[in-house]
């Protein structure tokens, strides 16, 4: 899987957060909800099946947040830091707990033939945990992880429909629930006290089995959406 850009954005932003000058006043996180708001692209990092694949299409994304405190990490990312002579400044390190509802479609075709078959769309429930680096007037770097569920869904194009037709058949698609696993990093921007832009990459792993009705693959039995996702959107603390 063609994660490695992912993983290099995340690696890029801790270890830019250690070598920026510290501001004399961080943004404060601690105690205090929030919800945020993304859309963007997202790319998959495989073909969904055999000579199935899809091109960059629309994420969405919305969460709610709490800070809940200086995550136990800070002593130990402090001390990784100093060894490897990355800063001698001290940092804390707010830990946030949210929920995140996003939802993604995706066009799928046949590399082969270029028949249609109709787009994939994934609902999502992903509960989160986000790392963020404390110390800078403005600029707030961190990374997540979340584990959810992803309720997938398929509308069969017209192009597959009228191929079904000419054989006198219906022709269905049915993706099943599974199990999402989140992760990536991103930054927010303060721009007032309460309200920051937020860039995002994450890497999302969705790989689903499927029932086909009158589907003429017999290998068609996984559908494989695992995506990198590219997103911009809008932070508000309350």
């Known amino acids: 899987m063609k994660r490695g850009w ?33 859309g963007g692209v997202a790319a998959l990092t495989q073909d969904v099946a055999a000579d199935l694949t899809a091109g960059k299409d629309p994420v969405i994304s919305a969460r709610i947040f709490y800070g809940v405190g200086d995550s136990a990490l800070s002593g130990p990312l402090n001390g990784l830091a100093d060894f490897f002579f990355l800063s001698t400044t001290k940092r804390s390190y707010p830990l946030l707990l949210g929920v995140s509802l996003e939802w993604e479609e995706h066009r799928i075709k046949d590399k082969v033939t270029g028949l249609s078959y109709g787009k994939i769309h994934t609902k999502s429930f992903i509960p989160y945990a986000e790392l963020h680096v404390a110390g800078y007037e403005s600029f707030s770097p961190y990374v997540l992880l979340g584990v959810g569920l992803h309720f997938n869904g398929f509308n069969e194009s017209t192009e597959l429909t009228a191929e079904c037709t000419k054989s006198g058949v219906t022709c269905s698609i049915s993706p099943k629930t599974t199990v999402a696993v989140e992760f990536g990093g991103g930054a927010d921007y303060f721009v007032a006290p309460r309200l920051a832009l937020n860039m995002e990459a994450t890497w999302k792993y969705n790989s689903h089995g499927v029932d086909t009705e009158n589907i003429a693959r017999a290998d068609l039995q996984r559908f494989k959406t695992s995506h990198a996702s590219f997103l911009l959107g809008l932070r508000y603390l309350f």
């Open 6 to 38: 992912v993983v290099l954005v995340v690696v890029t932003l801790g270890v830019s957060s250690a070598l920026c000058p510290v501001e004399a006043e961080a943004v404060d996180y601690n105690g205090r909800w929030g919800i945020q708001l993304q």
